[in-house]
């Protein structure tokens, strides 16, 4: 229960506490359901006026949904910028040009299915524009050698500096547990919110979620699930607030006939678009499109994996 007494309203202690006595919670606030009727003073009633919308204003910005008009929607759909996967397969055949701006894609895939691969492209390629990333590794997976090896590809063998300059554009995070994660990006939101000056953030990369949060659903931990929400709900909110692509990785579950992507009904509506990605052969693999709000769902492409990243599996000249 979020309670009204410990929100950070921009209140005085007189106003903070007439708020909490009437409101007990956000959500008493929501259904109308007042605690106690305050007596109304003389020269106050401004006051308790400028309190309530403080409180309406930050559960429009933080707990309910923004509205939006249909017309205004599509207006955002065809201005939202597009950033390539730097795979020609993925993002002609089946992505319609890349990864859009304000949404969260999820990754979701086996073991050695080419996950962490794409993350690390999609970070080279968007560094390679000179643009910042948000590289967020919880399992020790990032490879500096992997990205050189991916950069050189990318840029068609530039020199060491352009790789130098290139790295600089990457901040590079490890967190070992869900309440870091939390905790990183809530002062990543306050430190774009209020720092202007800085670089955009253009990608902002989780790899992986599920090695986090599943031990957190599984153990004895009585507020997982409602980590779990508030998690996808950071993650939304700095891709929609700031116009950056969020990309994260899932892991799958489930038997033979019944595979699905982990962390289970709450978090299956979190993500704008999900990549399945299967392994076919050593290094083939096949990415199937399961789930996207601006496409039809169910199409697939194949590609290649190999150490300098991602590429369509009838690109000519390339080592395996």
């Given at each position: 229960m979020l309670r009204v007494s410990q929100l950070p309203l921009q209140l005085d202690d007189q106003q903070q506490a007439e708020l909490s006595q009437q409101y007990q919670a956000v959500e008493d606030f929501v259904k109308g359901r007042p605690r106690s009727q305050l007596p109304a003073r003389r020269f106050e009633d401004l006051r308790q006026e400028q309190a309530h919308e403080a409180l309406l204003d930050y559960v429009r910005c933080n707990v309910a949904p923004a509205?939006?008009?249909?017309?205004?929607?599509?207006?955002?759909?065809?201005?939202?910028r597009l950033l390539p996967t730097g795979c020609e397969s993925l993002d002609k055949s089946l992505l319609r040009g890349g990864l859009r701006e304000a949404h969260h894609t999820e990754l979701a895939g086996e073991s050695g299915s080419g996950k962490t691969q794409l993350c690390m492209q999609m970070a080279a390629q968007t560094a390679l524009r000179r643009e910042r990333v948000i590289y967020i590794d919880t399992d020790g997976s990032f490879s500096g050698k992997r990205f050189a090896a991916m950069h050189e590809r990318l840029a068609g063998g530039a020199p060491e500096a352009d790789l130098v300059a290139a790295l600089r554009c990457v901040d590079l995070f490890r967190?070992?547990?869900?309440?870091?994660?939390?905790?990183l990006l809530s002062a990543l939101h306050t430190q774009l919110q209020e720092d202007q000056s800085q670089q955009q953030v253009s990608l902002l990369v989780i790899d992986s979620l599920s090695f986090l949060v599943a031990p957190m659903l599984s153990s004895a931990e009585a507020n997982g699930h409602a980590l779990m929400v508030r998690l996808g709900h950071l993650?939304?909110?700095l891709a929609q607030r700031f116009s950056l692509v969020a990309l994260t990785t899932?892991?799958?579950?489930?038997?033979?006939?019944?595979?699905?992507p982990a962390l289970g009904e709450s978090w299956k509506a979190q993500a704008n678009l999900r990549l399945v990605l299967t392994c076919k052969g050593p290094?083939?693999?096949k990415a199937t499109l399961a789930?996207?709000?601006?496409a039809p769902c169910g199409g697939s492409v194949m590609f290649d994996i190999f150490v300098g990243g991602l590429v369509s599996n009838n690109a000519p000249g390339i080592g395996r």
């Open positions: 509205m939006h008009t249909g017309s205004a929607l599509l207006a955002a759909l065809r201005n939202t967190v070992h547990d869900l309440h870091s994660l939390l905790q993650v939304k909110q899932n892991h799958l579950v489930g038997g033979y006939e019944d595979v699905r290094t083939l693999r789930a996207c709000s601006t």
